[in-house]
């Protein structure tokens, strides 16, 4: 049972323009929601976070936006560059628990 | 820098032959994973420390061992290989603060071939 879903598995966006990845999740009991980001041959690196006490947060290009009624969320990413190409990992976890990842969305950012 | 570190990057092994992967941290974290990825899949938490205490997920097999002797080092111990255990291995870290798991660090993998 994934508890954590990234239905795109990948996504091609234009440099400069906007891309959105998109995480759903099933158990209402999580509270944190985490992005990473993953080069190849590297481990995935944090990107940005997100609180259920929160709908949104930014940080610099990078805007996490999360809909609890609606057991979503989604990073943003103004303005796409090419260094942004790499596999986005979605994960969460409620208080006590460890993180649950999604299956990752790959993005490319073409010129 | 503080970060993670796991040797070897990659490590071939023969079918039933043990093989450890190994995993040292910089950052003082008391808690440690071993996750296991394959192919466009999501990482799959194997086992994690918390300091000495050595938590095992429900399934994961028996051929999977693991080690934590000091905290800047946790060990992934493979008894019996199958073909089915090629996968990138992940070490990550963390801290544990209020019975809350913080955000993880990732090493690099390590890259297991299985002949």
């Known amino acids: 049972d994934q508890q954590v879903k990234q239905n795109s598995p990948s996504l091609s966006v234009q440099e400069g323009r906007i891309s959105i990845l998109n995480c759903d999740y099933t158990?209402?009991?999580?509270?944190?929601f985490l992005w990473y980001k993953k080069y190849p041959a590297e481990g995935p690196t944090f990107l940005i976070s997100i609180s259920s006490i929160k709908d949104k947060n930014e940080d610099g290009r990078f805007t996490v936006f999360l809909n609890k009624s609606a057991k979503h969320l989604s990073l943003h990413i103004v303005p796409s560059q090419p260094g942004d190409s790499a596999v986005y990992f979605c994960?969460?976890?409620?208080?006590?628990?460890?993180?649950?990842f999604g299956t990752g969305t790959r993005l490319q950012v073409f010129p | 820098d503080a970060m993670v570190i796991q040797n070897p990057r990659y490590q071939v092994t023969q079918f039933g032959k043990p093989v450890t992967l190994s995993c040292s941290q910089t950052?003082?974290?008391?808690?440690m994973y071993w996750y296991q990825q394959k192919s466009s899949q999501a990482p799959k938490l194997l086992f994690h420390?918390?300091?000495?205490?050595?938590?095992n997920e429900a399934d994961t097999p028996d051929n999977f061992q693991s080690r934590r002797p000091n905290t800047s080092f946790c060990f992934l111990d493979i008894r019996s290989p199958g073909l089915g255990d090629a996968a990138m291995y992940l070490c990550?870290?963390?801290?544990?603060?209020?019975?809350?798991?913080?955000?993880?660090?990732f090493g690099p993998g390590t890259r297991l071939t299985v002949l």
């Open positions: 994960a969460a976890s409620g208080y006590t628990d460890k993180l649950i």
């Open positions: 990550a870290t963390s801290t544990m603060t209020s019975g809350r798991y913080n955000e993880q660090f």
């Open positions: 420390y918390y300091d000495k205490d050595f938590n």
């Open positions: 950052l003082n974290h008391n808690v």
């Open positions: 158990n209402s009991m999580f509270d944190y």
